[in-house]
């Protein structure tokens, strides 16, 4: 750390970005058919009201209905509320047997 005398204070050097990229930073993740992929690369696995909201095109309370009702189900954590991806295809799946 040495003292910056242009513009006061002091200068820590050149800042790298955290984590550092590359090759050789990268976590990996198992698929279910154990294959190793990149963590950067996986699907979301959880989703908001708000995302499910969008991803559906309907209305947030719609959305919390369906969830009370228990057509979509739904997980906690802590104070959040969550949808797993793998819930909400099968609600979708459903209503495709309902029509």
């Not at 996986?42 to 995302?51: A, D």
């Amino acid at each position: 750390m040495t003292l910056n005398t242009e513009g006061g204070g002091f200068h820590h050097g050149a800042q790298e970005p955290y984590p550092p990229k590359g090759p050789d930073n990268l976590h990996f993740l198992r698929d279910d058919d154990k294959s190793v992929r990149p963590l950067g690369s996986h699907e979301q696995l959880l989703y908001s009201v708000v995302e499910v909201s969008q991803i559906l095109c309907l209305g947030r309370t719609k959305v919390y209905e369906l969830l009370y009702a228990g057509e979509i189900v739904s997980v906690k954590i802590g104070a959040l509320r969550r949808v797993r991806r793998s819930d909400l295809e099968v609600f979708v799946r459903n209503l495709e047997q309902e029509i």
